[in-house]
């Protein structure tokens, strides 16, 4: 129920980078819980979100949007542009936390309304450099290789909470990654912290010699 609930709530939002992430999730969770038939029932489910996603896209904002070819596409696009001229110039420590908004006209970003780049690697690179994106690259490959291997051990040894909630929390890290490529999803303080708990949960009950285990 919760689960009808929360994807529900995604998809009202009519938020492209968001409902793609979601779609991509669910068929990652699917194909790793269930190998060909889950995959089927993946894409049947991917299908069926998509359509309602883009349902809900062309009736809540502009058929423009649709087209990528909306103000606040194109003004993304611009912050991002800007974001990466920058890179080049202090790679190695970047410019430094939110110094992007004090130098925002002079730097090239579009617009009066100071904001972010909308994408996690830009923002990252650009304001820590890019040793630190590395390390977040790093950090979600070790994350994914970490749950992709507790899920396979929970399975060999038929724990299908675990698996299940190691097959989740992949999925999870998944779409948040994907949607951290439009969106600053560090920056956003509910979503980073939903993340965090998630991974805790996930690792801390996934444990192979936690106590409920072996009673």
Known sequence: ??????????????TRSVTL????????MAWWSGGR??????????????????????TSRQSIVARFSDDSTLRRIGYM??????????????VGMDAHGVFWKEWGFPGDYITHTHSTPIQIALDRGLPALGCLIWFFVAICRDL?????????RQDLWGAGLAVGV???TVGFGLSALTNYNFGDSETLMLWLL???VGQGTMEENAPWQTS
């Open 21 to 28: 992430s979601l779609i991509l999730a669910v068929t990652l």
């Open 148 to 156: 992709a291997r507790r899920s396979r051990a929970a399975r060999a």
């Open 37 to 58: 038939r889950g995959l089927l029932a993946g894409l049947l489910a991917a299908g069926l979100l998509g359509a309602l996603g883009l349902s809900i896209i062309g």
């Open 1 to 14: 129920l919760l689960s009808l609930v929360f994807t529900a709530t995604l998809l009202l939002t009519a």
């Open 170 to 172: 992949l999925a999870a």
């Open 198 to 200: 998630l991974l805790g």
């Open 81 to 94: 542009q800007a974001g990466l001229r920058k890179i080049p110039e202090h790679p190695i420590l970047g």
